[in-house]
C-alpha cells in the first residue's frame, strides 16, 4: 500500500511539473474544460449540459466493461452516480483538425451496480470530433487502473 500511495504521489508532482513546464494550446485549453465539464456535468446532475456536450451518437464503454449510449449516459447523471472525481495526467492526441483524442486518469466515487463500487482508480480515452465551432464528445472508454489479474 505504502508503494502504491508512493506512486500516486509520483504521478501527481510528475503531471504538475510537466503542466508548470509545458504551455497549452488553444485546442488542449477547449478539449481540457469540456472534458472537466462532462466529469462536473455528472456530478451535479446537469443532464442539458451534457446534451449539448455529448454528439448524438455518444456511446461509452464503462469500467465494467459494457457499452453504454448516450440516453444511458446522461440518465446515469441525472441520477447522480458519480460523487466525486479527481482528473490528472491529460494528454492531448491531435488527430485532424476536426479529430482529437484526451487520454487522463481519474480517481473515482461512484457506486455501481451490485459490486457495491466502481473502480477508484481509472484511465479514460475520450474521442472528441468537431461539430461546426464546438467539440462533441462521441466516445469514452473508462479502464480500471490495477494491478494484473
Known amino acids: ?34 472534458t472537466r465539464a462532462i466529469h462536473e456535468a455528472q456530478k451535479t446532475k446537469n443532464a442539458d449540459l451534457l446534451k449539448r456536450i455529448l454528439s448524438d451518437d455518444f456511446v461509452e464503454v464503462g469500467s465494467e466493461g459494457h457499452l453504454h449510449p448516450r440516453a444511458e449516459f446522461v440518465e446515469e447523471a441525472r441520477d447522480g452516480e458519480l460523487k466525486d472525481y479527481n482528473l ?21 466515487q461512484m457506486p455501481e451496480g451490485d459490486t ?11 474521442l472528441w470530433i468537431k461539430d461546426g465551432e464546438n467539440w462533441k464528445l462521441k466516445f469514452q472508454q473508462a479502464t480500471p ?5
Not at 12 to 29: G, K, N, R
Not at 116 to 126: L, M
Request: proline letters at 3%; aromatic letters at 12%; charged letters at 15%.
Open 1 to 34: 500500500m505504502k508503494n502504491f500511495i508512493l506512486l500516486i504521489i509520483f504521478i501527481s508532482v510528475t503531471a504538475f511539473t510537466q503542466s508548470a513546464s509545458h504551455s497549452s494550446t488553444p485546442l488542449e485549453d477547449a478539449l481540457l474544460a469540456n
Open 88 to 108: 490528472y495526467n491529460f494528454n492531448v492526441h491531435s488527430v485532424d483538425e476536426n479529430t482529437a483524442i484526451v487520454t487522463y486518469n481519474a480517481i473515482i
Open 116 to 126: 457495491g463500487a466502481a473502480p477508484r482508480y481509472q484511465i479514460f480515452s475520450d
Open 145 to 149: 487502473l490495477r494491478s494484473i489479474d
